[in-house]
Structure formats: C-alpha cells, structure tokens
C-alpha cells in the first residue's frame, strides 16, 4: 500500500509542465464560464473602459476649436441697423416728424499673422489628444494583460495546489494505516499529517488570490457581476524569442504616442507663444455705414466708411506673452525629462526581462527535470531501504517548489514584457491567441 502511495505521488509531483497550461479543473461544472482569451479581454477592455471613453469624449471640444480656428475669419462681421424718429419744431407751423435711417457694417482684421499661429496651436492640440487617447489605449491593454496573465498564473497554481493536496492526502492516509498495523511511527503519521494540512491552506490561498484577481481583472473590463471569470492561454508563450532586441526598442521611443503627445503639446504652446507675441500688434476694423437724413422734401444719402485702429500705448499683453512663454519652457523641459526617463526605463526592463529569461530557462530546462531525475532515484532508494518517508516528501516537495517558482518566474517574465513593450512604444501583436 505505502509503495503505491509514494508511486502516485511521484508521478504528480514529476507532472510535465505542460499539464499546467490549461485553467483549472477544480471549479464546479455548474459555474464554469466561457473561457476568456486575451484577445477578448483586451477587445472588452477597449470598448469599456470609463477612463478611455471619457478621454475620447474630448476630442469634441478640440475638434471645435480646431473648426473655429480653420474659419476664413476669427471675428464675426458686425452689422448695425438704426432708426431714429426726429421731431423738428418749426415757427409758425406744426412739428415736423421725419424718419431717419442708418446701416452698418464692420468686420475686425488681424493683421500680425494670428490666423495661422491659431491654426497651428489647435492643431498640434488635436494632435496631442489624439496620441494621449491611444497612449491610454495602451495602457489600459497592458493592465489588462498584466492581469489575465496574474489570473492564468493563478488558475495553473490552483490546479498544481489541488495535486499537492491529493498527494499529501494519499501519503498521509497511507501512513496511517500503517501506523494502525505497527509499521510506522507516530513521527510518520505527524509528519504527513503536518503536510497535509500545509498543502490544503496552500490551496485555500491560492483560491482567494484567484478570486480577487477574477474580480480586478472583472472590473477592468466591465464584466457582468454574474459571470464567472475563466481564461484560457499558455502562459509559456512568447518567452523563449521576442521580435525585436534593445537597438529596435530604443528606435522606436521617440514614436511612442505618450512621447508624441508631448511633443505636440510642445508645439502647441510655441504656437499660442507666437500667437500672444503678435496680439500686441492692433487689430483693423474696416466699416461701411449708409444712411438717409434730413427734411421730406430734402432727403441726404450718406455713405461712410471707417477704419478703427486701436492704439498700442499701454497694454502690450505682457501677461499672455509670459504665461504662454512658461507654457512653453514647461513643455520643453517635461519632453526633455520624458525622453530621458523613457530611455532609462526601456534600458532597465530589457535587463530584467533578460535575467527573467534565463531564470525561466534554467528553471524549466535545469531544475525540473533534476527535479525528475531526483524522484526516480528517491523511489528505487525507498525500495533499497536507503531512506525513509521523511526524505521521500522533501524530494517530492522540492519538486512542488519548483513548478511554482517556474509559474511565478513566468508571471514576471510577461509583467516584465508588456512592462516594456508600453515604455517603448512598441505595439505587441500578442493577444491572438487560439
């Protein structure tokens, strides 16, 4: 009996990995969902997600001032219409009553090139709100990446602690039965029974981290309260080659939308500093009046024209000038910062996805199938006699640690991966999966 127990348990604990790439059997048939897929989650993500869609909500209001700037002129003509009703007294005779009209018609001109400063500044605007918009796009993607990697992790520990539990079950039964009939001790029987209850709060932990990442990565993407979140992936996918190395990553920085969308808003204060810079010069108004005055009998067609030019004397909009001058040197300065972050980040994230990569592959290609090679032995020296029980559960606990640093080593790696794939602006073709 204790030989087919320590068997079975060898050959859970030595499960080739691939056995843990596929979610979690212990859920109860009755609330198994449709597996979700990265893909479907991002797609989800995209179309819910409250901070993007109020973000892209904005695009409105910039697309009206773009609108506005774009018109032939940014004044609008002024038309004046006048009626006076005259009552003139004369010696001798009743009051004479004439009605008398005017009309005109002004229309301001800018005459120190405001037009296409304006036009510029709306529309390097526009421009920045629209990088913004797909730099948060992105980063609502990764999070929900990161996470259903974090619950794909999870559903592949729930599945390796359930294994555990009914290995250490299976040992401790066994155990004692042969407690029972006087063939182990009760050291034994503690022993088994200690590990036992370890893998089975193991599990237990492991459950209530799935269900608080099932319900963060829910929230992400605007899940029904009443589904149950499952995921479907491999997560030992994408860890062996990645399509591009660090020269291709640092080509692309300058690109990426956040750093786009600076640079556009830097353009955008040059522009409303030039802007500011020719509102000192006056603008023209041009203006045309007709009207008719004077007696019945003797009627006067006036015709004038205007030309109203305010005098520069005083006010030389110092202050717009000046706050738009510090817009600018705040942009110059917060692009210069961005740019040498950025690169400093890229540069740290390939370092440690390069350590990760190597951890994971001594890991999977060094340790576990030591690990295996070590559990074969351990059963042919219990046959032997050369060790005991005790020595039987390190080997297969050992074997146990493994796989979860292996899982857990993966969940970086992929953290660590969309980590810089955001930082560097590099659009991740991942999320097809089948």
């Known amino acids: 009996?204790?030989?087919?127990?320590?068997?079975?348990?060898?050959?859970?604990?030595?499960?080739?990995?691939?056995?843990?790439?596929?979610?979690?059997?212990?859920?109860?048939?009755?609330?198994?969902?449709?597996?979700?897929r990265l893909e479907d989650a991002l797609v989800l993500a995209e179309q819910a997600n409250p901070a993007l869609r109020s973000r892209q909500a904005q695009l409105v209001a910039t697309q009206g001032a773009r609108t506005d700037a774009n018109a032939l002129l940014y004044n609008n003509p002024q038309l004046v219409l006048e009626g006076t009703r005259r009552e003139v007294p004369q010696v001798?005779?009743?009051?004479?009553?004439?009605?008398?009209?005017?009309a005109s018609?002004?229309?301001?001109?800018?005459?120190?090139?405001?037009?296409?400063?304006?036009?510029?500044?709306?529309?390097?605007?526009?421009?920045?709100?629209?990088?913004?918009?797909?730099?948060?796009r992105r980063q609502v993607r990764a999070d929900v990446a990161r996470q259903f990697y974090r619950v794909l992790a999870l559903q592949q520990r729930l599945q390796l602690e359930a294994q555990a539990v009914q290995l250490f079950d299976s040992t401790a039964a066994a155990v004692?039965?042969?407690?029972?009939?006087?063939?182990?001790?009760?050291?034994?029987?503690n022993v088994t029974a200690v590990e036992a209850e370890r893998a089975r709060n193991q599990l237990a932990q492991v459950e209530e981290q799935l269900t608080e990442a099932c319900g963060e990565l829910a929230e992400k993407i605007q899940l029904p309260p009443a589904r149950t979140c499952v995921v479907k992936g491999d997560l030992a996918a994408m860890t062996d080659s990645l399509p591009y190395g660090l020269d291709s990553l640092l080509a692309r920085v300058l690109d990426q939308p956040r750093?786009?969308?600076?640079?556009a808003r830097e353009e955008s204060a040059r522009a409303k500093l030039k802007l500011e810079q020719s509102s000192r010069y006056p603008d023209v108004t041009l203006g045309v009046n007709v009207g008719r005055e004077g007696p019945l009998m003797g009627r006067e067609r006036l015709t004038t024209l205007t030309v109203s030019l305010p005098l520069p004397l005083f006010k030389r909009n110092a202050a717009g000038i000046g706050q738009a001058a510090a817009e600018l040197?705040?942009?110059?300065?917060?692009?210069?910062?961005?740019?040498r972050d950025v690169q400093a980040q890229v540069r740290i994230l390939w370092s440690k996805l390069d350590s990760l990569k190597r951890r994971v592959a001594r890991l999977r290609d060094?340790?576990?199938?030591?690990?295996?090679?070590?559990?074969?032995?351990?059963?042919?020296?219990?046959?032997?006699?050369?060790?005991?029980?005790?020595?039987?559960?390190v080997f297969n606990r050992q074997a146990l640690d493994a796989r979860r640093d292996l899982i857990e080593a993966l969940t970086d790696l992929h953290a660590t991966r969309i980590a810089l794939e955001l930082a560097a602006g590099w659009q991740s073709t991942q999320g097809t999966q089948p």
């Open 1 to 36: 009996m204790r030989l087919k127990t320590l068997l079975a348990a060898a050959a859970m604990a030595t499960t080739p990995w691939a056995a843990t790439a596929q979610p979690a059997k212990t859920v109860e048939a009755s609330h198994l969902a449709t597996p979700l």
């Open 92 to 102: 001798g005779l009743p009051e004479e009553r004439r009605k008398e009209w005017s």
């Open 105 to 136: 018609l002004s229309q301001t001109l800018e005459i120190a090139g405001q037009a296409g400063h304006r036009r510029n500044a709306t529309a390097a605007a526009l421009t920045a709100l629209t990088a913004e918009i797909e730099d948060l």
């Open 176 to 189: 004692q039965k042969r407690r029972a009939a006087g063939e182990d001790t009760k050291l034994d029987a």
């Open 259 to 263: 750093l786009a969308a600076i640079a």
């Open 329 to 339: 040197g705040q942009a110059e300065i917060e692009r210069a910062a961005a740019i």
């Open 366 to 393: 060094v340790v576990l199938p030591a690990l295996s090679d070590n559990q074969q032995l351990s059963l042919k020296s219990q046959r032997a006699g050369e060790i005991g029980l005790l020595e039987l559960i």
